[in-house]
């Protein structure tokens, strides 16, 4: 292509050398050619950090739908080096590094440093679209690190309570906020939650771990056979569907 004849002639200067590439990286990325994308994104990374965030975003995005333990890695690999830059972020664009760091994070069971992360952070001053998504996180963290249960169940409960949309974000929250209780034997609450989930989600991954919830709460009252009719339904929905609750 002409790009690329450009590209091989070096008749532009770095940043345009930068520009080009992520060019041609991008229509790759849009072609589903994750493999072309991939090796033209480290031409561009070639010319530094550069201030323009969403190449490296488009970056990410490509090596974790490549996939593969080795491009994960490198994938995780410019999440820190963006978070880690002297450079002053800020945005959504930045924001979304920051989450999908902390989910990483809290997939690795360090739910510490996933907090520290989220405190570098001012959600409250610098708002973001993904602030809500920032604030779950938080309260996810706190849950599973044990001995902050009161803390997380009022900032989930906080969250829940101003969140307009039924979309994801509000199924996990009221899930987060269902294990709370659950956890506390507060079962009638927790089911309270579940329920709230199962009815503003259509038979998606979100319902059906509102429904593994209902579950879990019908056996802590011995309604075995309830339970068992939705550990059937629910059997059927992963064989077809893969998912990690």
């Known amino acids: 292509t002409d790009y690329e004849e450009a590209v091989k ?3 532009v200067n770095e940043n345009g050398m930068r520009g080009m590439y992520w060019d041609i990286a991008s229509c790759y990325w849009l072609l589903g050619d994750f ?3 991939i090796t033209a994104f480290e031409k561009v990374m070639a010319y530094g950090l550069g201030k323009i965030l ?22 995780l690999g410019i999440i820190d080096e963006v978070l880690d830059s002297s450079l002053q972020w800020e945005g959504d664009v ?5 989450v999908k760091r902390v989910v990483a994070l809290i997939g690795q069971g360090d739910e510490e440093e ?15 679209i993904f602030s809500n998504e920032m604030k779950l996180l938080k309260g996810r963290a706190m849950r599973r690190l044990g001995g902050q249960d009161d803390e997380a169940d009022l900032l989930l409960r906080k969250l829940y309570a101003t969140i307009e949309t039924r979309g994801p974000i509000y199924a996990q929250v009221a899930l987060e ?5 659950y956890a506390q034997f507060r079962d009638r609450e927790a089911a309270r939650f579940y329920t709230r989930v199962t009815v503003t989600q259509s038979g998606n991954e979100w319902y059906w771990a509102g429904q593994l919830g209902l579950a ?8 075995y056979i309830e339970a068992l009719e939705i550990y059937k339904n629910l059997s059927v ?7 990690n609750f």
């Open 114 to 128: 996933a907090l520290a992360v989220l405190a570098s952070v001012d959600i409250e001053k610098q708002p973001t």
């Open 9 to 11: 002639r070096e008749v």
């Open 94 to 98: 930045f924001s979304w590094f920051v």
């Open 54 to 75: 969403d190449v490296h975003k488009e970056y990410v995005i490509a090596l974790l739908i490549k996939g593969g333990s080795e491009n994960r890695n490198k994938a």
């Open 216 to 223: 879990q709460c019908a056996c802590m009252h011995h309604r």
């Open 237 to 243: 929905f992963i064989n077809k569907t893969p998912i």
């Open 177 to 181: 906020l269902g294990k709370l209780n």
């Open 35 to 37: 493999r072309r994308s």
